[in-house]
């Protein structure tokens, strides 16, 4: 299923790309948000059988005149974009480890039109704790090795993101 779900994202790419190039359209907001929906879905890690932790920080890089016609409102625009997320998050069951956060930037290699989309996942760092491993759990020698971890925190960060060439679904840990 995987390289089928990679054959579609290509080919939409294209076809939205040259659609964008060929009428030179303008990056509406829905295709923004349709596009923060399919990143969540794309990049949602199964940490448990309750619980399908998706990423809550968001980049989307846009033309320079995209950019300049929607930064003014890219406040406004953020928090909208956000809202949608969270909703559609809901409805999938997913959840996530801080706030939701979503910011435009300019891409100077962008035509009008075209965009591109970062995430990340990225822990809260007050309120909402890490969950640990149960006594015993299965851990690196040495420790979590996350950044900041040993400094006297109670609970060690989650990862941002898995290691490259992990795969979805697992903690992102070396076999033993």
């Not at 409805?91 to 970062?118: H, S």
């Not at 040495?142 to 960060?157: F, H, I, N, Q, S």
């Amino acid at each position: 299923m995987g390289v089928l779900k990679k054959f579609e994202q290509r080919l939409e790419g294209l076809v939205n790309g040259t659609f964008a190039k060929v009428f030179k359209s303008e990056v509406q907001p829905v295709e923004i948000a349709g596009a923060l929906q399919r990143e969540c879905d794309n990049n949602a890690t199964i940490w448990n059988r309750d619980r399908t932790v998706v990423p809550n920080d968001f980049i989307v890089e846009l033309s320079t005149p995209d950019y300049e016609r929607l930064s003014p409102y890219s406040g406004q625009l953020g928090d909208e974009l956000a809202g949608m997320v969270r909703d559609y998050a809901k409805q999938q069951r997913y959840t996530f480890m801080g706030p939701i956060k979503v910011n435009l930037e300019k891409a100077d290699d962008l035509d009008t039109g075209l965009y591109r989309v970062r995430s990340r996942t990225l822990a809260s760092s007050s309120s909402q704790a890490p969950e640990q491993p149960p006594a015993g759990g299965r851990q690196r020698p040495g420790g979590p090795g996350y950044p900041g971890a040993g400094a006297g925190t109670a609970a060690p960060p989650m990862p941002s993101a898995p290691p490259p060439g992990a795969r979805a679904g697992g903690y992102g840990y070396p076999p033993a």
